[in-house]
């Protein structure tokens, strides 16, 4: 079965730190790749996807992911981070149809 | 851009009594819509898929006739927690997906969180 692991679950960092949370995946065949955002009291919101073309996409707020594929893998990174992104990341894979399924997330802190 | 409303955001119910959640796409048509649940501190697990028109697909474990999922029409899904109980009190999330997948970057709900006393 397919399965995203998220290794960090918790990570704490001070502003202006650089940020890099690491998403794997285990599916080998064609897959669509994603990081979600949920900030505290909110709903689940896409930071940037990845389909095909370039591995290195940009999303909003400074966020960019790479996707490695002979590593399987497709790590978020920020260079600088600031106390607005305390927040919970998901990373999620879709392979074939339209089914997400998610890492199990990672609890970001940002201290000021 | 693509919104999914999802009503009610919080509901408290008695134990054994039903409660609906709604999930509409306003302004798309959603073929395909997800409904998640999610634990505290924990991630989101996906309980059925459900496409307009036709019975939903429930994952391992999740019991169709405890949660009942309608899609009835391209821009509404309902997920109803029949006889509810204290162990059923979670956050739950619908997620839908257009035509093509890859534009709406499967919207999300905003969540409802159900009580169970």
């Known amino acids: 079965a397919q399965s995203v692991s998220q290794h960090n679950h918790h990570v704490i960092l001070s502003e202006a730190a650089s940020l890099e949370l690491g998403c794997n995946y285990s599916y080998g065949g064609t897959v669509n790749l994603f990081w979600y955002v949920q900030y505290p009291g909110q709903h689940l919101q896409l930071l940037l996807k990845?389909?095909?073309?370039?591995?290195l996409v940009k999303g909003i707020k400074g966020f960019e992911a790479e996707f490695i594929k002979s590593k399987f893998s497709f790590n978020l990174r920020k260079p600088s981070v600031q106390w607005s992104d305390t927040a919970e990341y998901f990373c999620?894979?879709?392979?074939?149809?339209?089914?997400?399924?998610f890492g199990g997330g990672t609890r970001l802190m940002v201290k000021p | 851009g693509a919104v999914v409303s999802q009503h009610p955001s919080r509901v408290i119910c008695k134990s054994g009594t039903s409660v609906k959640i709604e999930c509409r796409s306003l302004d798309f048509q959603a073929t395909t819509m997800f409904w998640y649940r999610q634990f505290p501190k924990q991630s989101l697990m996906l309980m059925a898929t459900?496409?307009?028109?036709?019975?939903?697909?429930?994952e391992q474990g999740v019991e169709k006739d405890k949660f009942l999922i309608n899609h009835a029409s391209l821009t509404l899904s309902t997920l109803t927690v029949t006889s509810a109980h204290p162990e059923d009190s979670s956050f739950y999330i619908c997620?839908?997906?257009?035509?093509?997948?890859?534009?709406?970057?499967?919207?999300f709900g905003s969540g409802t969180r159900l009580t169970v006393v």
């Open positions: 999620a894979v879709k392979k074939a149809g339209n089914m997400l399924t």
């Open positions: 997620s839908a997906a257009g035509t093509d997948g890859a534009n709406y970057g499967y919207t």
């Open positions: 990845y389909f095909s073309g370039d591995p």
């Open positions: 459900s496409n307009e028109g036709s019975k939903a697909t429930y």
